[in-house]
């Protein structure tokens, strides 16, 4: 089995900043907080995150509540964040910034 490159935490933040802005960095973890001011909305978005992640055979940490939903990512076999983590990253940005007004 071959394990994933895992990026330094200079090449996380340059790429947070540039790829994936309103992502941080911390304990290990790429990690995003979404607002969704309603429970359904959060939970509507915590099943879409589901579906992508299950589509790429990745398993994120959620963290839900009744208006926000933090979400963690970290390839774990590979111990620390890899190329998986930052295209999923972007894949669930691009539905999470679909949700238009109705949050």
């Known amino acids: 089995m071959t394990m994933s490159k895992t990026y330094s935490q ?3 933040a340059a790429r947070l900043e540039t790829e994936l802005p ?3 960095y911390a304990h290990d ?3 995003r907080v ?8 959060t939970l509507a978005l915590a099943n879409a995150i589901g579906w992508l992640a299950e ?3 990745h398993h994120p940490d959620l963290l839900l509540t009744y208006g926000s ?3 963690r990512l970290q390839t774990h076999d590979a111990g620390g ?3 998986k983590d930052f295209a999923l990253a972007k894949k669930i940005e691009e539905i999470a910034s ?3 007004e109705e949050q």
Do not use: C, D, F
């Not at 979404?34 to 909305?41: A, D, E, I, L």
């Open 10 to 12: 200079m090449e996380i």
């Open 22 to 24: 309103g992502w941080t």
């Open 29 to 31: 973890y790429i990690r």
């Open 34 to 41: 979404y607002v969704t001011k309603k429970w359904g909305s």
């Open 55 to 57: 589509a790429a055979q």
């Open 69 to 71: 939903l933090e979400l």
């Open 81 to 83: 964040v890899t190329e």
């Open 98 to 100: 679909w949700r238009g």
